[in-house]
């Protein structure tokens, strides 16, 4: 009777294997293996370095992850101080590069709009409560000139300088906790009113490479950091108009994976 394995699968019993390795199917086995990898040193020995020249276009498309700093801005009155954060987004990016020559470019980065969720922390006393209030969609269009220290290699890390304009949008209110209660699960406010983010526009910074995977493909890593100081404002469900309550001091990361092909 046989075991099973794992997921119900049957176990067949052990076999002695021959570990001589002195049979004419071993020896061939050898010899192509060898053959095998002498053939790929080759390959990668006559393979042309990546070199972008004047007029090169790189077009790169993957999947790229936001991260705020923390404590993006805290608002207080005579009551109440409460600490806003903006969490963690993930979301398509995509570039476009246009190389001057093979050391300066001209890039420009767009991506399928990040959603973060807003979260908000007050201190009751007996402790600190966190809760979602709101989320938002928010858009980085960057524009950066770039420098390439290596244009002659397969890899190629680039350093760049730009402008950022970051779009945001689609801001929604929750119901949330009722911080009244010691237990926020009791009870919730339906009635939160509504928030406002403005666009902002600020420094942009990157360091990234492309890495040569075949005749006109990459793959591609980037960091970038972006200044983002956007006002935030408030209406009240009680009252009609917006109040601005405070600068969100964003500045973020984005970490970036791509695939690239460059023409």
């Not at 990040?114 to 928010?138: R, W, Y």
């Not at 950022?164 to 209660?181: L, M």
């Amino acid at each position: 009777m046989r075991k099973q394995g794992p997921c119900g699968l049957g176990a067949a019993a052990p076999q002695r294997l021959d570990r001589s390795g002195n049979g004419p199917g071993d020896t061939i086995m050898k010899a192509r293996n060898y053959f095998l990898v002498a053939a790929g040193l080759l390959a990668l020995a006559v393979a042309p370095a990546l070199a972008y020249e004047e007029g090169t276009w790189i077009l790169r498309g993957g999947v790229g992850t936001v991260q705020p700093k923390s404590h993006s801005f805290t608002y207080s009155d005579e009551i109440d101080s409460i600490s806003f954060d903006i969490d963690d987004a993930t979301s398509m990016t995509m570039t476009a590069t246009y190389m001057f020559n093979q050391k300066w470019a001209f890039d420009v980065l767009a991506a399928v709009p990040f959603e973060h969720d807003i979260m908000a922390t007050m201190d009751l006393g007996s402790g600190p409560v966190t809760a979602k209030i709101a989320d938002t969609k928010q858009l980085p269009v960057t524009v950066s000139l770039q420098y390439h220290f290596t244009p002659d290699r397969d890899f190629q890390p680039y350093a760049g300088l730009g402008f950022n304009w970051t779009k945001f949008s689609s801001t929604n209110t929750v119901a949330v906790p009722d911080f009244e209660y010691e237990d926020p699960e009791l009870g919730y406010v339906s009635e939160v009113g509504c928030l406002d983010i403005d666009d902002s526009t600020g420094l942009a910074l990157q360091v990234g490479a492309d890495w040569a995977i075949g005749e006109t493909m990459v793959v591609n890593f980037d960091v970038r950091w972006f200044d983002i100081d956007a006002d935030v404002y408030y209406e009240s469900p009680f009252e009609i108009g917006y109040e601005k309550i405070g600068t969100a001091q964003v500045d973020p990361l984005l970490y970036s994976l791509n695939i690239g092909f460059h023409f």
